[in-house]
């Protein structure tokens, strides 16, 4: 038996050299930082050990919130957190993918996600679809030949009715050199199942926000919502349960934590009681 283990074993590392792939890293849950934006303002410091004693270690982020990067980067260390994805601009990847690369290794790292498609008012149909396609397939392959992974962050207007489908649908189905972070709130936001979009499409999301609504909310595509019907997970009108079963399933490394309102410092340590009685 120990002989067939040791020979299993050898099998498995070989295929992972041969192939240059890398196994699924154990599923994390992070926070998103803009969560703290308020309390960043205050105390930046302190904001950063706050989220270390709750236990988190993986962040997404990108600002250094007026600090040196430098001295930011210090702050992070010394409360052992890592940044393993930041924000990037529309507008950023667009013009000057290399400035995105750079900060993101600045940073250390892997991912790179962007939250909005501008748009005029509340206008957002397929020629602004199909130019983001355009701009995130070109940044994608930048980002990809440094190293990274760009994935889009939809935010309810782009589930609006195409052909037989979605806009998001026509994304998801031209996305050649990025990917998607589902935020679950905002896809339940617009009317849309986000257990059902994660189970139709499993090899287009890497990363998720986890973010609970308060039961009742209205629902719209506009990519707009008080920010108050954000509720500590579990408690709302989201499956986060069920959710996190199917993105455990499919291998989804990392699932952060966001929490827009004002409970947040108070939201945030039950969002994780609850995710541990998962």
């Not at 052909?163 to 936001?189: C, I, P, R, S």
Request: aromatic share 12%.
């Amino acid at each position: 038996m120990k002989r067939v283990f040791a020979s299993s074993s050898w099998v498995v590392i070989l295929f992972f050299s041969l192939f240059n792939v890398a196994p699924i890293e154990a599923q994390e849950i992070g926070l998103q930082l803009y969560s703290l934006r308020k309390q960043f303002k205050k105390d930046v410091p302190g904001t950063l050990k706050l989220i270390s004693d709750w236990g988190i270690r993986s962040v997404e982020g990108g600002d250094s919130y007026g600090m040196p990067v430098d001295d930011f980067k210090d702050l992070l260390k010394k409360n052992n957190l890592k940044v393993v994805s930041i924000g990037a601009s529309f507008e950023e990847l667009r013009d000057n993918p290399k400035v995105v690369v750079d900060r993101a290794k600045t940073y250390g790292a892997t991912y790179v996600m962007c939250a909005w498609i501008p748009h005029s008012g509340n206008k957002f149909g397929i020629e602004e679809t199909k130019n983001a396609v355009t701009v995130f397939n070109a940044a994608g392959k930048v980002l990809m030949a440094n190293g990274l992974q760009l994935a889009y962050h939809a935010h309810g207007y782009e589930f609006r009715p195409y052909k037989a489908g979605t806009l998001f649908d026509y994304m998801a189905e031209n996305a050649v050199d990025f990917k998607f972070e589902m935020d679950v709130y905002w896809v339940q936001h617009a009317g849309e199942d986000p257990l059902k979009l994660l189970k139709k499409y499993p090899e287009k999301f890497v990363l998720m926000h986890l973010k609970d609504m308060a039961k009742g909310t209205r629902k719209d595509d506009t990519g707009s919502a008080d920010v108050e019907s954000n509720v500590v997970l579990g408690t709302g009108e989201v499956d986060i349960a069920a959710l996190v079963a199917e993105a455990k399933k499919i291998g989804l490394p990392y699932l952060f934590i966001e929490d827009e309102s004002s409970r947040v410092v108070d939201q945030i340590p039950q969002s994780l009681k609850y995710l541990k009685s998962l």
